[in-house]
């Protein structure tokens, strides 16, 4: 088993944003790294009115269509603003995503690590 680990901060803005690539969410630029996965979160800029969604998409089967699997939503100020995702396995061309919902664009601290099977 190997490790992988991405990390980076990004202004969020309506513009789904996928963090594995650092740009503009596209089906096109899946990820096939298999392994457990988690995303890791500083949410300490949010301020009341803010709403951002993270999303989790992946492929059921090799040659399928990318879905969204899991949607996480935060809401103005976090009482524990470092988040922690549950680990998901992924494989077959996934993606992970933060968009903001309402309220002001933030500068967001994230990382996503994965052990490779």
């Known amino acids: 088993m190997t490790a992988s680990y991405i990390e980076n901060t990004a202004t969020i803005t309506t513009a789904e944003v996928s963090l594995t690539t650092n740009t503009t969410y596209s089906t096109a630029n899946a990820q096939t790294t298999a392994g457990s996965t988690q995303v890791w979160l500083d949410l300490n800029a949010l301020a009341l009115g803010d709403q951002f969604a993270l999303v989790l998409y992946e492929k059921v089967k090799s040659g399928g269509t990318q879905r969204k699997v899991s949607v996480w939503n935060f809401a103005g100020p976090q009482s524990t603003p470092g988040w922690v ?10 993606d992970v995503t933060l968009k903001k919902l309402a309220g002001t664009d933030r500068s967001i ?3 996503i690590r994965n052990i490779n099977v």
């Open 85 to 94: 995702s549950p680990a998901f396995l992924v494989r077959n061309g996934w």
């Open 109 to 111: 601290d994230w990382s």
